[in-house]
Structure formats: C-alpha cells, structure tokens
C-alpha cells in the first residue's frame, strides 16, 4: 500500500481556466492497471470545453455550480451531482459560480484522452 497526496501533484494548467491533476494513472504517483483518476480545479468561468472520446467517464463535484453538457442537453449541477459519461459522448463542464469549482473524474480504460494535447496546441499554428 502506498499513501499519496494530491498537494504533491503540480497539475497542468489549460487555457480554458482550469489546473488538471491526474491522481492515479500513466505518469501519476499512482498508477493502476486500467483506468485514470484526477482532480480538476475550474476557475470561476472557466471550462472544460466540448469534446468526447472512447473512454467511459465519471465526473464528480466535490465542490462548485455550473453546467454540465452531454450529447448537447444541459443540466444545472451543484456540489454532490456526479455525470454518468458513456463511451463517445460528446460532453463540456463550465463553472457559473463565484467560486472554484474542484471536480474528480474517473474514466477506463486507462490512457491519456486526447483533447488535453489539443487544447495545450497554440491557436492558428502560433507558437
């Protein structure tokens, strides 16, 4: 058994307004044989754009409001909702509230999706 903190993990920070810590999975201090775990701070306004991809999801709010959008319905979502997100379902999240928002997902099979390196691509090929 090994004990970790989340404190220890740096995180990347996207354009979007949001800092993604990736807990358990590929390059985590934990890393399990097939799924990924993180937290995911999202700034006030700031959002986890639209996108989809082969792996199942969780995402959990452990703390924050905003909006949840799957397969382009909304739903309003508060501190305790948790969103079911099946394989391939197009999904966005958006922190409305003054606050931050802290959200922990959880997605199998284990990799890394690929929208976190598209949206860390400089806009229009700038560099």
Known sequence: MAVFHVNQIKGT???????TKVIAGPGA????????????????????PVHHH???EIYYIAKGQGICELNQEQYPIVQGSYIHIP???????????????IM???????GIVE????????????E
């Open 13 to 19: 920070e996207f354009p979007a307004g949001r800092l």
């Open 29 to 48: 201090p934990a890393e399990p044989d097939h799924f990924v775990m993180g937290q995911v701070t999202i700034y006030p306004g700031g959002e986890i």
């Open 54 to 56: 082969e792996q199942e």
């Open 87 to 101: 394989s391939k379902s197009h999904h966005y999240l958006k922190n409305t509230g003054q606050d931050e928002m």
């Open 104 to 110: 922990l997902f959880c997605y199998a099979p284990k």
């Open 115 to 126: 929208h976190w390196q598209q949206e860390l691509q400089p806009v229009g090929g700038e």
